[in-house]
């Protein structure tokens, strides 16, 4: 089992480092080409923090580990809320944008209610509970109004620049293709020593899923909010939280289930009515204490809550 930790916390520093060195490349070609900042932003760099959990869902579909690949999709969108957000927030209140309050929260809340009712085929009239090809295009369909969404909103000016590395294109090519050599090792080794430690120590994959993976999965997101905090750049810490969640949801799970149809078990409805939760808190607490902001309190509370929620699927 000590092999198995040693060899998931690897996997956990491949996904990191590849995603870092994917996201660099990636953005770097993209303004050699000309590409707005903004685009950059909210296209190839959300996509990147999203990564790892792409690869470890795709590992977990061809493997049949459903419940990984389900619970490490939830979990990272619980934790990029309750836990990265409340950490950014008790750096620094975050305030945030008119645009994200009204549209991309309540859009990040709908991919949460439209995942509840993609699941729970039975409440339909069907059966089984499971999410299907068809479910996941339909999911893509959603994704592709919210680049439609992003792309408009691209040609509006923003005061945030997202720092962009200067390379030459061999460089360029090098940073790629280390970052996907290293995603496509950090994920085999996540998934596969992330079932191994569940089976080891009498939990389920559920349970791995959603906390241990999910964690090692959402790194991306904790590191890049809690400097973005750190820094003052609140959209930054924020918005890479809510894209983060509409990618996971729209597009991960979506080529997820395109690949493999995803089976889906009813106790895990509690998982993802908490996600659903999660969403709309944050939603409200843009209207209490400072306007359009997260504060120190409401960001103890958030951690109060994944503490809580981490506590109770340990113990239950």
Do not use: H
Request: charged residues 10%.
């Amino acid at each position: 089992m000590i092999i198995s930790i040693i060899l998931l916390l690897a996997g956990f520093l491949f996904l990191v480092k590849g995603a870092d060195f994917l996201v660099d490349g990636s953005s770097s070609i993209a303004t050699k080409l000309n590409v707005s900042q903004i685009v950059i932003g909210l296209t190839i760099v959300a996509f990147g923090t999203s990564t790892p959990e792409l690869i470890v869902n795709v590992f977990a579909a061809i493997e049949l580990r459903s419940d990984v690949a389900f619970g490490n999709i939830v979990g990272s969108n619980i934790i990029n809320i309750v836990l990265i957000l409340g950490v950014a927030a008790l750096i620094s209140p975050l305030k945030t944008q008119k645009n994200t309050v009204w549209k991309e929260i309540p859009f990040a809340l709908l991919g949460a209610l439209v995942l509840l009712v993609l699941c729970n085929d039975n409440l339909l009239g069907t059966s089984p509970n499971i999410i299907s090809a068809s479910d996941g295009i339909v999911l893509l369909l959603f994704f592709i109004i919210f680049m439609v969404y992003i792309f408009a909103i691209s040609k509006v000016e923003s005061d945030n620049k997202v720092e962009v590395k200067a390379l030459t294109y061999i460089k360029i090519f090098a940073f790629i293709s280390s970052g996907l050599i290293g995603l496509l090792i950090g994920g085999k080794l996540v998934v596969d020593n992330a079932v191994n430690i569940a089976v080891s120590i009498g939990i389920s994959e559920r349970v791995i899923g959603l906390t241990v993976v999910a964690l090692g999965t959402s790194l991306p997101e904790l590191f890049t909010s809690a400097v973005a905090a750190k820094k003052g750049n609140a959209d930054i810490a924020i918005g890479n939280v809510v894209g983060s969640n509409i990618f996971n949801v729209f597009f991960v799970l979506a080529i997820t289930a395109v690949i493999r149809p995803v089976p889906f078990k009813s106790a895990m409805n509690i998982d993802l009515l908490v996600m659903c939760f999660a969403s709309l808190m944050l939603f409200f607490t843009m209207f209490t204490g400072g306007k359009r902001e997260i504060d120190r309190w409401e960001a103890i509370l958030f951690l109060i809550i994944y503490l809580s929620y981490t506590i109770w699927l340990l113990v239950a």
